[in-house]
C-alpha cells in the first residue's frame, strides 16, 4: 500500500508540469458565507449559467463552493473583492486531481482484482458488478436469483439480484433498491453492493430482514453512464445518460425522465443541462427498465429506495409540487429510523424530509413515481459528499461510507417490516 501511495505522489509531481485534460486549471473555491446569493444579490446559482462557472450544490449549512475556469478567475476574483467575499482555494488544479485519482483507481484495480469478492478497497466497473450478482447467484442457488430485466442504450446488461431466505413461499413483501442513477455518484453502487452481500454472505445476522420480505436490487441503473465516467479522467463528472439527445449534446437526467407530472418543475428542456428530462418521457430505456420493476412489484413493494449522492438527505414525495402526501408521517418516521440509526452509529447527521422542501422540486423522478405506483414508503437517499467536488469520494472512505449506509439501510428496513407485516 506504502509503494501505491509512494508512485501515486511521484506521479502527481510528475503531472503537475503537465497538461490534466478538460478540467487543468480549474480552480475551486470556498466561499465564506452559506447563502447563494452573495453581497447585495450576486446570484451563484445564475452565475452557473455562464460556463465558465459551476456552482458546486451545495449542502444545507455547508459553505457554498465554486468550481471556476482558468480564463475567468480574474474575473471571479473580482466579483468576489466587488461583493467584499472572502474565500479559500480548495482545489488548485481540478484536472490533477481528477488525473490523480484516475491513475489511483487503475492501480486499484490492478491490486484488487475481482476474485469472486468485491471488498470496499476500490470502485467496481458495471461487468463487474454484475459478474459478482451472477458468482453469488450461483453459490446460493435457493436464495439468490439473478434476472437480466433490460439493456442500456449502449447494450448493457441490466441484470437485478432478488434475494430471498430459501424458504419457498412467494408473495412476499418486497423491499426494491437501486443504484447509479447518475453516472459520477460512484458511491452509490457501492453503497447498494455492500447491502448486497451483506443480505447474502452476513445471512445469519440479517436473517429477521429475509423473513417475510424479499429483497430486488438493482445495482446500476444508469449503466452506460457509470462505465463512461470510469473510462477516462475527464468523463469523471458525467451525471447523465449517454444516448445523444441533440446534435450538441449527450444524455438525459434519467431522475426527470419518469411519466410522472413530467417535467412540471426542476426539469430542463435544454439537452445540454444537467437535468434534462430528455425528448420525451421514458426515452431512455434505462427508466423503462426501474418502471416496469416498480411496475411489476407494486402490489407487494413497501419500500422503495433509490441511492445517490450527495447530500445527507433522505428524501420523500413529493418532488413535483410542494406539499406533503397525506401519509407522510410513515415515510417521516422510517426516514427518521434510518437518519438516528446513522447518527448513533458515526455521528453523521442526515436530514429527512419532503424532496422539494429540502433540497429543490423535481418532477419526473422515480420516487414520486414508485410512491404514486403503490410503495407506501419510497425514498431517495442522498449519501454523503466526498472528495473536493463532493462526488468523488476517494477509494479509503469507501468502506466506512458503505457500512455507515447499511446501518440507515436495516434500521429503515426493519421500520417498514414493522408496520407493514406480510398480510
Ligand atoms: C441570503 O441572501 C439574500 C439576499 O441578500 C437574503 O435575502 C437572505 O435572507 C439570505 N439568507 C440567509 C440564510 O442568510
Ligand atoms: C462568462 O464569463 C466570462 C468570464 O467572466 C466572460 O468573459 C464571458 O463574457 C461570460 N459569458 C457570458 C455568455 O456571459
Ligand atoms: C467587508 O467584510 C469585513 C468582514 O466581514 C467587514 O469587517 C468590513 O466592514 C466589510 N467591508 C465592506 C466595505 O463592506
Ligand atoms: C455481519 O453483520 C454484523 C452486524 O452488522 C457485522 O458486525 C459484521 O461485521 C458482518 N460480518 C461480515 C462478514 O460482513
Ligand atoms: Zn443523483
Not at 486549471?25 to 465564506?32: N, R, S
Amino acid at each position: 500500500m506504502k509503494i501505491l501511495w509512494f508512485f501515486v505522489c511521484c506521479l502527481c509531481i510528475a503531472l503537475s508540469h503537465v497538461e490534466c485534460g478538460l478540467y487543468d486549471g480549474f480552480k475551486i473555491y470556498e466561499l465564506a458565507t452559506t447563502n447563494q446569493t452573495i453581497g447585495d444579490g450576486l446570484d451563484l446559482s445564475e452565475l452557473s449559467r455562464n460556463e465558465s462557472f459551476f456552482e458546486l450544490y451545495s449542502i444545507s449549512g455547508s459553505p457554498e463552493r465554486m468550481m471556476v475556469h482558468p480564463k475567468a478567475q480574474a474575473d471571479f476574483l473580482q466579483l468576489l473583492n466587488i461583493h467584499n467575499m472572502s474565500y479559500t482555494i480548495v482545489n488548485h488544479n481540478v484536472g490533477l486531481t481528477l488525473l490523480t485519482e484516475f491513475i489511483t483507481n487503475s492501480l486499484l484495480r490492478r491490486m484488487y482484482p475481482y476474485q469472486g469478492k468485491l471488498g470496499t478497497e476500490r470502485y467496481y466497473s458495471h461487468a463487474e458488478i454484475n459478474r459478482f450478482i451472477e458468482d453469488l447467484a450461483k453459490q446460493n442457488p435457493t436464495r439468490v436469483e439473478v434476472k437480466t430485466v433490460g439493456r442500456s442504450f449502449e447494450g448493457r446488461w441490466l441484470k437485478t439480484i432478488r434475494i430471498t431466505n430459501g424458504d419457498g413461499r412467494a408473495n412476499k413483501n418486497v423491499i426494491l433498491v437501486d443504484g447509479g442513477f447518475h453516472a459520477r455518484e460512484w458511491i452509490s453502487p457501492a453503497a447498494v453492493v455492500y447491502a448486497i452481500g451483506q443480505l447474502v454472505n452476513n445471512y445469519s445476522v440479517h436473517s429477521q430482514l429475509l423473513q417475510d420480505y424479499d429483497w430486488v436490487i438493482l445495482p446500476v441503473v444508469n449503466a452506460d453512464g457509470y462505465e463512461y465516467t470510469q473510462l477516462a479522467a475527464d468523463a469523471r463528472l458525467w451525471r447523465k445518460t449517454r444516448q445523444p439527445s441533440s446534435a450538441k449534446c449527450i444524455g438525459t437526467d434519467l431522475n426527470r425522465n419518469f411519466d410522472f407530472h413530467y417535467k412540471e418543475t426542476g426539469a430542463s428542456s435544454n439537452p445540454c443541462e444537467e437535468a434534462y428530462a430528455g425528448p420525451r418521457a421514458y426515452s431512455e430505456p434505462e427508466a423503462i427498465v426501474v418502471r416496469d420493476l416498480i411496475q411489476g412489484l407494486a402490489d407487494r413493494g413497501k419500500m422503495y429506495l433509490s441511492v445517490h449522492s450527495y447530500g445527507r438527505y433522505i428524501l420523500y414525495p413529493w418532488g413535483y409540487m410542494d406539499q406533503l402526501p397525506d401519509t407522510w408521517q410513515d415515510l417521516d418516521e422510517v426516514g427518521r429510523a434510518g437518519a438516528d440509526a446513522i447518527k448513533a452509529a458515526t455521528g453523521t447527521v442526515y436530514q429527512v424530509g419532503c424532496s422539494t422542501q429540502l433540497l429543490y422540486p423535481a418532477a419526473g423522478a422515480s420516487d414520486d413515481y414508485a410512491f404514486n405506483a403503490g410503495f407506501p414508503i419510497s425514498f431517495t437517499m442522498e449519501l454523503p459528499a466526498g472528495g473536493d467536488n463532493y462526488f468523488n469520494p476517494p477509494a479509503a472512505d469507501i468502506d466506512g461510507l458503505v457500512k455507515e449506509t447499511w446501518v440507515g439501510i436495516v434500521a429503515m428496513a426493519r421500520k417498514v417490516i414493522e408496520k407493514y407485516p406480510l398480510n
